[in-house]
């Protein structure tokens, strides 16, 4: 399944829709830039998800305090059992540089959507 192909899936299930960035992540965003936001998202996936077998895995990603952190639950690329579950991305493997870099487009998209002008 394409990355971004989920995020409809993911829309619909009322644990992932709970995660919102706050006023916080929004400020934290606007002062460290986008493209930092991507570096860190880049290093949080290279070294708490792409591992075969991650350390703590399923506990790896905490709740809050980061904006990609709130990113990876509700898109459901926090651990290797939501990686499976709504990804079909096999455990015990390491994660391909592709699919680092789909994850991190993912978390990208999800921020983007989090952060746009809301509509009336």
């Known amino acids: 399944m394409a990355f971004l192909q989920v995020l409809p899936r993911l829309k619909a299930s009322k644990f992932r829709m709970h995660f919102r960035l706050d006023q916080y992540d929004f400020d934290y965003i ?3 830039g986008l493209e ?3 570096e860190h998202a880049e290093n949080f ?4 998800l792409a591992a075969a077998e991650p350390l703590h895995d399923g506990k790896q990603t905490p709740f809050k305090g980061h904006p990609v952190f709130k990113a990876q639950h509700a898109t459901a690329t926090c651990c290797r059992g939501c990686l499976y579950k709504w990804h079909l991305i096999p455990t015990g493997r390491a994660l391909t540089h592709d699919e680092c870099q789909k994850i991190v487009a993912l978390l990208l998209a999800w921020i983007a ?5 809301k509509h009336a």
Not at 45 to 48: G, N, Q, Y
Not at 113 to 117: E, L, N, R, V, Y
């Open 30 to 32: 606007e002062k460290a």
């Open 36 to 38: 930092k936001i991507k």
């Open 45 to 48: 996936v290279r070294k708490r």
């Open 113 to 117: 959507w989090q952060t746009a002008p």
